[in-house]
């Protein structure tokens, strides 16, 4: 089974605060993915990582930086923590496939979430 | 550019009442179509896939067919249960261009009552 491990479920931090978020996968997927979840506004992608250290901006990338030093870990990492940074952050990892019309992402497996919460 | 749209929720059903939740994507190329579930404080996780065209993904009960024709994908199921309780994501991925990413719907919460 494919496996994605958060580095904490819940986590309080303060404004201002640098935070890391970590993530592990252990299926040697290329890809790996931070979103954000919020209620009302469903996933909403922050960074993603196609290769040790490549990394592109998602939808929401402000405020939030990335790293990916090897495969397997992928680290979302907030510079300074603000109140509407508060949220549940989803990390997923996928591999690469062949479709018709060229390469795409493949079924993305997701971890069981760290919900932060700033002060 | 890529958007999928699925049905507001909540939806509340009585056990083993049939269900669908709509979704309908906009894409352009030959995307592929995910539902993925995510049970009560825990992550999203798969629940079927459809690659091409008229393909029907099932697992667990739940069927979804990839209909090109109208853009759809619209999940089902015959009985539902309280376990099946849940928010529920269709999602799309495409090739070329932001071939990494996939783009959800924003859930569809849905409750079974016994």
């Known amino acids: 089974d494919v496996k994605v491990t958060q580095s904490s479920r819940y986590l309080v931090k303060r404004t201002g605060e640098k935070v890391f978020l970590e993530c592990v996968q252990d299926?040697?997927?290329?890809?790996m993915f931070w979103y954000r979840q919020d209620p009302g506004l469903g996933l909403r992608l922050i960074y993603f990582?196609?290769?040790?250290?490549m990394k592109e901006k998602g939808d929401i990338p402000e405020g939030y930086s990335v790293s990916r030093e090897k495969k397997e870990r992928f680290s979302l990492i907030l510079e300074s923590a603000s109140t509407n940074q508060t949220s549940m952050y989803l990390c997923?990892?996928?591999?690469?496939?062949w479709g018709r019309g060229g390469l795409r992402t493949d079924t993305q497996y997701f971890g069981p979430g760290t919900r932060l919460t700033v002060l | 550019g890529n958007s999928v749209t699925q049905m507001e929720g909540p939806v509340t059903l009585s056990e083993e009442a049939f269900l669908t939740i709509n979704c309908t994507y906009t894409a352009t190329g030959y995307p592929s179509l995910f539902w993925y579930v995510q049970y009560p404080g825990e992550g999203l996780q798969l629940l079927l896939k459809a690659t091409k065209a008229d393909d029907k993904g099932s697992n667990k009960g739940f069927e979804a067919t990839y209909r090109k024709e109208t853009t759809s994908f619209h999940l089902e199921k015959g009985s539902v249960q309280v376990s099946d309780s849940a928010v529920y994501f269709c999602a799309l991925s495409r090739s070329g261009g932001s071939n990494y990413k996939l783009t959800f719907g924003k859930g569809t919460l849905l409750t079974v009552n016994p």
């Open positions: 997923a990892s996928s591999s690469q496939i």
């Open positions: 299926m040697d997927h290329e890809n």
């Open positions: 990582s196609y290769d040790v250290k």
